[in-house]
């Protein structure tokens, strides 16, 4: 009969060293939480991408690989085990009838929730990792999938099969990213007040004035709201965009007669796609990722032929360190519009 091991704390400690092997052993790094506030989270992974370049070494180009960040964030709660047991429970591991998988215990039904709480609010994906610390050996499953939980209410349910490796990151890169159809998007309409009033022979002033009815500042104002990602906000960052110096007088001239369109591109459209990430920002308390996503319409004018007229958003994602449970929301603000397929 084996001893059972009540070391819960060298366990997990153990069990976090494995995991943090295999993570670096797959070029990314591993950042972990302080222990006294690691309730729900024990990490995150910062992942990073393989670069190709050419360094020169005593004056000759030599072929060097290196790692750049990405800036996407992966979750990871650890959870370990002294040794799995053949029959039965042991700690944290729960034999099921269908052999091809096991369940990782809780405790309580309640426990789980507030963990499923603080595992939403996380700004990427969020991963469990289960490790045998006998065999070193580790799966890992979905936190942010409903269908790794079991119908119990206490226990998260890992396949077998789902075994945590350096090539587990093809699979665990591709979640939470946004659905996106490049071959379909939809049509709208534009209508006589899609347009702002824009004087010609003043239209520098009362551009701006367009702009700020958009933003709020100015003499009327009408919240922009998409239904997928929330209140979207005209900010001056926005304007100094699509308005800066070294950007075509045509482009310029488009995106301001785009901006009422803009508004109705984001009020409509429900599917966007990410096009860049911005630096991660992080501070003793908080982590934010900045992104950059896009919306896409056909939009029928009604004084000329149709067009895809695209918009492009810039969201703040922020996560509380130290309190998990602290649902932060996202951050929305205009970026740009324009036609991606006009030659001006």
């Given at each position: 009969m084996n001893r059972r091991d009540l070391d819960t704390q060298g366990i997990g400690k153990r069990a976090l060293t494995i995991a943090q092997g295999i993570v670096e052993d797959a070029g990314h790094f591993l950042q972990t939480v302080d222990g006294s506030i690691d309730k729900g989270i024990d990490g995150y992974v910062r992942m990073r991408r393989r670069t190709k370049g050419f360094k020169v070494i005593n004056k000759r180009k030599i072929p060097v690989a290196d790692y750049e960040e990405t800036g996407?964030?992966?979750?990871?709660q650890v959870k370990g085990i002294s040794l799995i047991p053949e029959t039965g429970s042991h700690s944290y591991y729960i034999a099921l009838k269908d052999k091809s998988y096991f369940a990782v215990n809780f405790g309580k039904k309640e426990v789980l929730d507030k963990l499923?709480?603080?595992?939403?609010?996380?700004?990427?994906?969020?991963?469990?990792?289960?490790?045998?610390?006998?065999?070193?050996?580790?799966?890992?499953?979905?936190?942010?999938?409903?269908?790794?939980?079991?119908?119990?209410?206490?226990?998260?349910?890992?396949?077998?099969?789902?075994?945590?490796?350096?090539?587990?990151?093809?699979?665990?890169?591709?979640?939470?990213?946004?659905?996106?159809?490049?071959?379909?998007?939809?049509?709208?309409?534009?209508?006589?007040?899609?347009?702002?009033?824009i004087s010609l022979s003043n239209f520098k002033n009362s551009a701006k004035e367009a702009y700020s009815n958009l933003s709020g500042s100015g003499e009327i104002f009408l919240p922009t709201v998409n239904p997928t990602l929330g209140p979207i906000r005209y900010t001056r960052s926005g304007w100094n965009h699509i308005t800066r110096l070294n950007r075509r007088k045509m482009r310029i001239f488009?995106?301001?007669?785009?901006?009422?369109?803009?508004?109705?591109?984001?009020?409509?459209?429900?599917?966007?796609?990410?096009?860049?990430?911005?630096?991660?920002?992080?501070?003793?308390?908080?982590?934010?990722?900045?992104?950059?996503i896009t919306l896409r319409a056909n939009i029928q004018f009604n004084f000329r032929e149709s067009a895809v007229v695209q918009v492009v958003l810039r969201r703040v994602k922020t996560f509380d360190k130290i309190h998990f449970e602290n649902k932060i929301e996202d951050q929305v603000f205009f970026h740009s519009v324009y036609e991606p397929y006009r030659k001006d």
């Open positions: 996407n964030l992966i979750g990871v499923k709480i603080i595992w939403s609010n996380f700004i990427g994906p969020m991963i469990l990792i289960f490790v045998d610390i006998k065999s070193k050996e580790c799966w890992w499953a979905d936190l942010k999938d409903e269908t790794s939980y079991s119908l119990n209410g206490y226990s998260i349910i890992v396949g077998k099969n789902n075994k945590f490796t350096r090539d587990s990151f093809r699979s665990i890169n591709k979640l939470g990213r946004e659905l996106f159809s490049k071959k379909v998007i939809p049509n709208l309409k534009a209508e006589n007040h899609h347009f702002q009033s488009n995106s301001i007669l785009l901006l009422g369109v803009s508004r109705l591109v984001c009020e409509k459209v429900t599917k966007f796609t990410s096009v860049k990430k911005g630096l991660l920002r992080e501070s003793e308390r908080y982590l934010k990722r900045v992104e950059f």
